[in-house]
Nanobody, 128 residues
Framework: QLQLVESGGGLVQPGGSLTLSCATS????????VGWFRQSPGKEREGVSY????????SYADSVKGRFTISRNNAKDTVFLQMNNLRPDDTGVYYC?????????????????????WGQGTQVTVSS
């Protein structure tokens, strides 16, 4: 069974940084595009960033451009999301998701539908 496991979440003050990791169990992540999504209480799930299997295609939502960096280490089957200058509105549960195809849609609701395999999420709380 394909499984994704997120880690690295926690409580951080505004302006702080966190690095999330997405690792796999049961398959080689290097063959998959990976996306990061987040969901806050009372809000719709939203796409944050995604990266193609080789890392040559990278995309960010406007809300995180210049602050978040997605990367991957295919030798270790791990994808990272470096989050800097965190703000309270970055608070939420962060999920990674995998797909055999790099998405072509924008950051609307259909983006999540491009990813069939999901992790359980890790909580990120930005608060003073």
């Amino acid at each position: 069974q394909l499984q994704l496991v997120e880690s690295g979440g926690g409580l951080v003050q505004p302006g702080g940084s966190l690095t999330l990791s997405c690792a796999t169990s049961g398959f080689a992540l290097k063959y998959y595009a990976v996306g990061w999504f987040r969901q806050s209480p009372g809000k719709e799930r939203e796409g944050v960033s995604y990266i193609s299997d080789t890392g040559d295609i990278i995309s960010y939502a406007d809300s995180v451009k210049g602050r978040f960096t997605i990367s991957r280490n295919n030798a270790k089957d791990t994808v990272f999301l470096q989050m800097n200058n965190l703000r309270p509105d970055d608070t939420g549960v962060y999920y990674c998701a995998a797909s055999l195809w790099t998405p072509t849609s924008d950051y609307g609701p259909e983006l999540a539908e491009s990813f069939p395999t999901w992790g359980q999420g890790t909580q990120v709380t930005v608060s003073s």
